[in-house]
């Protein structure tokens, strides 16, 4: 059976939880592909908050292998609390794989974060301060540690080298200097603890492919948020789009079936760059409100602003999407109205040509179509056609300008205010 994917379509934090909880019901697999513990997963299950940064959230579905992939980089402390939390709320992690080929984040490249991020001073990315963009250094650098030589103790030789180029960096800088006894005696832990659950992920998603079992790839992160499709610099230091999914699991495009880009009925980023529909006024204001806006990850309050559906077709396209699952579509429908982003003016002209390039989205202004809104209570409403029709105006005008399918009606934040199309 072919492999489904479900992608963030502008800067994260647009809903995946919640979409990859429903699909993973039935999924005899799902598996992060890429970034770390920058994502933020949040789901609400009877009335139970669950937020996953790092184990994939299908893990609570206790049928379902949950594996984290060769491309994820795994810091081992955060992993391990991650465990504890779930054991403690009655999951056992015994439906947990963690790839041998992901590399580990240490505490030096934690340090180093926070580091570059000074040194960039005003043009800083307001990186999520994890680790994870110097840990992908590494891992180019063919300086990394893999989890599987990690947890078999073949790692202190290449641990010195790094520990020792890392402190003349932190020295020259006036910065803390790491203790690599330290860092190994306490990363030897973690080393046991994990042994466990680490595998070749490669060799166990074919092996599902195989014999027809059904696969969920969860993305982490954001197509606008991508290291080569993305606002760069503004960006992760991964591919979370499609073709980070093959790589990040091994899984070969041929056997990629449906691709969902989750979005919200508005926007939001965190970090610096560009964002044209941003709202930095009392309507930006309000939307954080009425969504709850502030990280997961970072507690960081979200910038926020109206949908852009010239972005969202740029997502459909880099990553051909097969169908869109939208969000918070109670939350838009608190106000009273509400405006859609379809085209981009630009010396005087306006279309939907999107670009990453800074230059040319710097002088881009937003072209609006205003939608009346107070939806009231749809939390409870199952079928499209039962929308109210203010609801289904804006739905059916995204459609229409996206030409993707919408898949996925978000109508509040429970397990069940989903309409499924
Ligand atoms: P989920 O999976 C929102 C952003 C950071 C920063 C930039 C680089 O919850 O959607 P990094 O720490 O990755 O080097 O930071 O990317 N960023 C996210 N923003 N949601 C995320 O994940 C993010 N992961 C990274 O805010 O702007
Ligand atoms: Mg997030």
Not at 105 to 111: D, G
Not at 112 to 141: F, H, S, V, W
Not at 207 to 234: H, M
Request: net charge negative; hydrophobic share 35%.
């Amino acid at each position: 059976m072919k492999a489904d994917v479900v992608l963030g379509s502008f800067y994260g934090d647009e809903g995946k939880g919640k979409i990859i909880d429903y699909l993973s019901q039935n999924a005899d697999f799902a598996v992060r592909c890429s970034g770390g513990n920058n994502a933020g997963h949040s789901i609400e299950i009877d009335g139970k908050k669950f937020a996953f940064h790092l184990i994939p959230s299908g893990i609570l579905n206790k049928n379902t292998i949950a594996v984290i992939g060769n491309g994820v980089v795994v810091d081992p402390k955060v992993l391990l609390e991650e465990i504890n939390n779930l054991k403690e709320n009655g999951y056992d992690a015994k439906n947990l794989r963690v790839s041998d080929k992901s590399h580990v984040i240490f505490s030096y490249h934690i340090e180093m974060d926070k580091l570059q991020e000074d040194l960039r001073g005003n043009k800083k990315i307001g990186t999520t301060c994890r680790g994870i963009g110097p840990a992908y250094c590494d891992k180019y650098e063919r300086c990394g540690i893999r989890m599987g030589d990690f947890v078999n103790k073949r790692y202190e030789e290449q641990l010195r080298k790094n520990v020792e180029v890392k402190n003349n960096i932190f020295r020259s800088y006036g910065y803390k200097e790491i203790d690599v006894e330290n860092v190994l005696e306490e990363y030897n832990r973690y080393a046991d603890k994990l042994k466990e659950y680490v595998v070749d992920t490669v060799a166990l998603l074919h092996e599902a492919i195989e014999q027809d079992k059904k696969i969920l790839c969860e993305g982490a992160q954001a197509t606008l948020l991508d290291i080569d499709v993305g606002s760069y610099p503004f960006v992760t230091s991964s591919n979370p789009t499609i073709g980070g999914i093959c790589t990040g699991t091994g899984i070969g495009a041929r056997f990629i079936g449906e691709v969902y880009g989750v979005l919200k009925a508005y926007s939001s980023r965190v970090g610096e760059g560009p964002y044209i529909t941003e709202q930095d006024n009392e309507i930006g204001d309000m939307i954080r409100e009425l969504g709850h806006e502030y990280g997961t990850t970072t507690k960081r309050p979200r910038r926020c602003g109206w949908l852009d559906l010239v972005a969202l077709k740029y997502a459909a396209m880099v990553n051909g999407l097969t169908g869109l699952a939208i969000n918070h579509v109670d939350t838009i429908g608190k106000l009273d109205k509400i405006k859609l982003c379809t085209g981009y003016k630009k010396d005087g002209v306006t279309n939907m040509k999107f670009s990453v390039d800074l230059d040319y989205l710097k002088d881009c202004e937003p072209v609006y179509e205003t939608f009346d809104g107070n939806f009231g209570d749809i939390s409870n409403v199952k079928k499209r056609e039962d929308l109210p029709e203010n609801a289904k105006k804006y739905l059916n005008r995204i459609e229409e300008v996206v030409g993707v399918p919408i898949k996925f009606i978000g109508t509040g934040a429970g397990r069940d205010s989903m309409i499924v199309c």
